[in-house]
């Protein structure tokens, strides 16, 4: 099982990015896929999720209404859009796939059983 995300970059204020998670030898539609980000000196925060069989999505209240995660399943990919990036938004963001969660998903890294490498966004004028 792999997860690779992309998509990241340097955006000014107010910009937008989606990144991509893209899953490879496994199904990721039979897992929830977690999108979580680090900052520098911060911990890992989980951000968004998006859970395996009703596609139940779930966000940190922080960014609710600027992000959205979504799923194509026929292409095994997951995104997460983010809309009106702000500098607190830079972070390196991470993929993750968890089992067994079929109409909810978890905010916590714990729950997650494999990872992407991660993808920088930048948020600077």
């Known amino acids: 099982a792999r997860l690779v995300e992309s998509g990241g970059a340097l955006v000014q204020p107010g910009g937008s990015l989606r990144l991509s998670c893209a899953a490879s030898?496994?199904?990721?539609?039979?897992?929830?896929i977690g999108w979580f980000r680090q900052a520098p000196g911060k911990e890992r925060e989980g951000i968004a999720c998006i859970s395996s069989t009703v596609d139940k999505t779930r966000y940190l209240d922080s960014v609710k209404g600027r992000f959205t995660i979504s799923r194509d399943k026929p292409k095994n990919m997951v995104y997460l859009q983010i809309d009106a990036l702000k500098a607190e938004d830079t972070a390196t963001y991470y993929c993750?796939?968890?089992?067994?969660?079929?109409?909810?998903?978890?905010?916590?890294?714990?729950?997650?059983?494999?990872w992407g490498q991660g993808t920088q966004v930048t948020v600077s004028s």
């Open positions: 993750a796939g968890g089992g067994g969660f079929r109409d909810w998903c978890p905010m916590v890294s714990r729950e997650y059983d494999f």
């Open positions: 030898g496994f199904d990721a539609g039979i897992y929830a």
